[in-house]
């Protein structure tokens, strides 16, 4: 069984910084995905990023590429998802997820053992 934690949402003015973290006591299989969805009011959650735990390869939509970057840190159990210049449009809560399997990809019916989530609200 796999836990996991989100942690580090808040308020935060456009074009500001924040970084959430994704706790999880146990884990899958090293090389299958960790990833971060959100999910705005009223959307389908959508793809953030996703990092294995054995390589550190990560994959990132082309909605935050180059603004959010996805790490992980072995030791602590924890992926963390750092975003920069945030936009209005990046208001939603923030998932973290497991990978099913080694090509989980983008789609959130390929993931397990979901967090409770994390809201970040991007006001103007």
């Known amino acids: 069984q796999v836990l996991q934690v989100e942690s580090g949402g808040g308020l935060v003015q456009v074009g500001g910084s924040l970084r959430l973290s994704c706790a999880a006591s146990g884990r899958t299989s090293s090389s299958y995905p960790v990833a971060w969805f959100r999910q705005a009011a009223g959307k389908e959650r959508e793809f953030v990023a996703s990092?294995?735990?054995?390589?550190?390869?990560?994959t990132t939509a082309d909605s935050v590429k180059g603004r959010f970057t996805i790490s992980r840190s072995t030791a602590k159990n924890t992926v963390y998802l750092q975003m920069n210049s945030l936009k209005t449009e990046d208001t939603a809560v923030y998932y973290c997820?497991?990978?099913?399997?080694?090509?989980?990809?983008?789609?959130?019916?390929?993931?397990?053992?979901w967090g409770r989530g994390t809201q970040v609200t991007v006001s103007s």
């Open positions: 990092i294995r735990w054995s390589s550190g390869t990560t």
């Open positions: 997820a497991a990978g099913r399997m080694y090509d989980s990809g983008s789609l959130p019916q390929n993931y397990d053992f």
